[in-house]
């Protein structure tokens, strides 16, 4: 693991932590250890909708939490392209290899193509929400750091 990245986090699943991706500075929380599951708010919500699942999550599960860009503390334009990336550049510099994803509408649209693409990177995809996908828009898409 490089020096730069941050280990999972057992203490405060309150904590705000930040990385840098592409112009944009993300805002995430990483609480727990296990399984890694990446949970992935909707349109105008932040991370912060995902707090009440955390305690019942986080001593079996690594809990982690992105704030996309231009919600909550995250900068950046919003958009789900975008967000695929994000999603691909956190899992990086937190050095998950493994997740399951949790999606819930705009979230779940972030997540879906990263379930369908990398099928060796993510263990389960669970949209919180239904929605149409657009599965066209998506074709070519890529995650960094997978392998």
Same mark, same amino acid.
Not at 115 to 138: D, T
């Given at each position: 693991?490089?020096?730069?990245? $941050?280990?999972?986090a057992t203490g405060d699943p309150t904590a705000d932590k930040y990385f840098a991706a592409d112009g944009a500075r993300?805002?995430?929380?990483?609480?727990?250890?296990?399984?890694?599951?990446?949970?992935?708010?909707?349109? *105008?919500?932040?991370?912060?909708?995902?707090?009440? $699942?955390?305690?019942?999550?986080?001593?079996?599960?690594?809990?982690?939490?992105?704030?996309?860009?231009?919600?909550?503390?995250? *900068?950046?334009?919003?958009?789900?392209?975008?967000?695929?990336?994000?999603?691909?550049?956190?899992?990086?510099?937190?050095?998950?290899?493994?997740?399951?994803?949790?999606?819930? %509408?705009?979230?779940?649209?972030?997540?879906?193509?990263?379930?369908?693409?990398?099928?060796?990177? %993510?263990?389960?995809?669970?949209?919180?929400? $239904?929605?149409? !996908?657009?599965?066209?828009?998506? $074709?070519?898409?890529? !995650?960094?750091?997978?392998?």
């Amino acid at each position: 693991m490089r020096s730069d990245r $941050q280990p999972c986090a057992t203490g405060d699943p309150t904590a705000d932590k930040y990385f840098a991706a592409d112009g944009a500075r993300l805002r995430y929380r990483d609480a727990g250890r296990g399984p890694a599951v990446m949970m992935i708010h909707g349109w *105008t919500l932040d991370l912060e909708m995902w707090q009440p $699942q955390v305690p019942a999550l986080h001593d079996a599960f690594r809990v982690v939490r992105l704030d996309r860009r231009g919600f909550g503390l995250s *900068t950046g334009r919003p958009a789900v392209r975008q967000d695929i990336a994000d999603i691909g550049a956190l899992c990086a510099y937190l050095d998950i290899r493994r997740i399951a994803l949790v999606g819930m %509408s705009q979230g779940a649209r972030a997540a879906f193509p990263r379930g369908a693409i990398k099928e060796s990177a %993510s263990c389960a995809l669970i949209p919180a929400a $239904q929605a149409e !996908f657009g599965r066209l828009e998506f $074709q070519g898409a890529v !995650f960094p750091g997978f392998a």
